[in-house]
Antibody, heavy 121, light 106 residues
Framework: EVQLSDSGGGLVQPGESLRLSCAASGFTFSGYAVSWVRQAPGKGLEWVSAIGRDGVTHYADSVKGRCTISMDNSRNTLYLQMNSLRAEDSAVYYC???????????????WGLGTTVTVSS | IQLTQSPSSLSASVGDRVTITCRASQGISNYFAWYQQKPGEAPKLLIYAASTLQSGVPSRFSGSGSGTDFTLTITSLQPEDFATYYCQQLTYYSLTFGGGTKVEIK
């Protein structure tokens, strides 16, 4: 079965760091682009970061300079290293795979269940 | 690129036809998708490439539009369709979501 299992969330204090993980099963990341999307309590979806099939990384302005997305192809696992965490980073974080070509965007078709990050003193 | 969804919420009855719109601040061609999210669940892909129905999604859902204006239509709303709907665009450097439309029971 094709699925993503995200983990690593927890309660941290402002200024601390956290690393989220997203393990793929039933497929290999190398054939797709992958992304982190977050959702603060009662709010909408916010794109956080992505790594394309070409390995190029992209970040939302809200996390640029504080987060690093990476992938371990040997483990088929995606990571999001988050530093200098703020209260406004508190959210459920989802990993998702997506694909595109020169003509179309095929959408984020597989999502993890989400892992909750709470930043509070 | 900013995506503006409207309305932000609506009330409808089972059997109603529902239309949600999403306007992009710049043209985005076919790099556009729609998602459904129910409380406590991850989003679910409904429509990709602006108008292509994802496998397994009921045919009462349809998408249309191009350039800057896109529409999600649900013909004959069913009880399981009460949820929040999001549009999304892809550019080389970002993936942006609209603010969401909550579809509630009238």
């Amino acid at each position: 079965e094709v699925q993503l299992s995200d983990s690593g969330g927890g309660l941290v204090q402002p200024g601390e760091s956290l690393r989220l993980s997203c393990a793929a099963s039933g497929f290999t990341f190398s054939g797709y682009a992958v992304s982190w999307v977050r959702q603060a309590p009662g709010k909408g979806l916010e794109w956080v970061s992505a790594i394309g099939r070409d390995g190029v990384t992209h970040y939302a302005d809200s996390v640029k300079g504080r987060c690093t997305i990476s992938m371990d192809n040997s483990r088929n696992t995606l990571y999001l290293q988050m530093n200098s965490l703020r209260a406004e980073d508190s959210a459920v974080y989802y990993c998702a795979r997506y694909s595109y070509d020169s003509s179309n965007f095929y959408g984020m078709d597989v999502w993890g269940l989400g892992t909750t990050v709470t930043v509070s003193s | 690129i900013q995506l503006t969804q409207s309305p932000s919420s609506l009330s409808a009855s089972v059997g109603d036809r529902v239309t949600i719109t999403c306007r992009a601040s710049q043209g985005i061609s076919n790099y556009f998708a729609w998602y459904q999210q129910k409380p406590g669940e991850a989003p679910k892909l409904l429509i990709y490439a602006a108008s292509t129905l994802q496998s397994g999604v009921p045919s009462r859902f349809s998408g249309s539009g191009s350039g800057t204006d896109f529409t999600l239509t649900i013909t004959s709303l069913q009880p399981e369709d009460f949820a929040t709907y999001y549009c999304q665009q892809l550019t080389y450097y970002s993936l942006t979501f609209g603010g969401g439309t909550k579809v509630e029971i009238k």
